[in-house]
């Protein structure tokens, strides 16, 4: 059976608590959000979703995203960044190599400093 899209849950307005054994994330106003990523989906493919299928502003916010990543020896697990195509892949393939069914990504939203209106280097 191959697997087209892989079901992502992507967590924001919270924060992510690691302890010994697992990483969770937490919040009051804690966001969900699913998602129907594609196997091979790229950085940006995912960058994209995420910001069309929430209320985040890509003018305004840019997103850190980590992972909940399995490790081998154990119910054990780390955040794992995702940065780019590889991690991206990485993060995905966790479905065909763990028994994890779906993804869960954990979406830091950070401000965008606002750009100067200042020429440099112009004259």
Avoid: W
Avoid at 27 to 50: H, N, V
Avoid at 97 to 117: C, D, F, G, H, M
């Amino acid at each position: 059976m191959s697997i087209s899209t892989i079901p992502v849950i992507c967590y924001y307005n919270g924060q992510i608590v690691r302890t010994k054994t697992d990483v969770e994330y937490e919040g009051s106003e804690t966001f969900i959000t699913p998602l129907k990523i594609p196997f091979e989906g790229t950085f940006q493919q995912l960058i994209d979703m995420i910001y069309s299928k929430t209320t985040i502003d890509k003018r305004r916010f840019k997103l850190v995203l980590i992972c909940k990543y399995p490790l081998r020896n154990g119910n054990r697990f780390q955040p794992f960044p995702v940065r780019d195509d590889s991690s991206v892949r990485e993060m995905l393939n966790l479905v065909n190599t763990t028994t994890i069914e779906e993804i869960e990504l954990y979406i830091k939203v950070v401000r965008v400093k606002a750009q100067s209106n200042q020429s440099v280097g112009c004259h």
